[in-house]
């Protein structure tokens, strides 16, 4: 966190746990210095939701927009909210094997937008 704040000016407030490892040791420890962190564990988040624990949707690249509409609009009707995690967007080079291509992501934004919610930041999410 010093680093990041050092070098860009701006003191990061979530994290996502590298590989998604965590513990209550991790977490008690990261509680100290964020407001939240994400896991790689997938799922939903309720208001409720352990804040140091948060769910994910893990985008992949055959994850159509279809999957995101679907997914937001299980969130809807459940009451709960989503974290898209995306391991890379418009990658020139191939990137990673999650990598999403730029029409792909333009297909997840445009169903997003179509279900009608809301999108926010974790940060203001969890405030």
């Known amino acids: 966190q010093a680093a990041i704040s050092s070098a860009t000016g701006i003191t990061p407030k979530s994290c996502a746990y590298p590989y998604g490892a965590y513990n209550s040791t991790v977490t008690s420890v990261a509680a100290q210095y964020f407001r ?6 997938g ?30 609009d299980q969130a809807k009707a459940d009451g ?16 990673y094997g999650d990598d999403v291509d730029g029409p792909t992501f333009q297909s997840h934004i445009d169903a997003v937008k179509a279900s009608g919610v809301t999108v926010k930041t974790v940060g203001s999410v969890i405030g």
């Open 36 to 41: 939240s962190c994400r896991t790689t564990n």
């Open 43 to 72: 799922g939903q988040n309720s208001a409720s939701a352990d804040r140091y624990t948060l769910a994910t949707y893990y985008v992949h690249t055959s994850t159509t927009g279809a999957m995101i509409r679907a997914a937001v």
């Open 80 to 95: 709960t909210w989503l974290i898209l995690c995306y391991h890379g967007v418009g990658v020139a080079d191939g990137g």
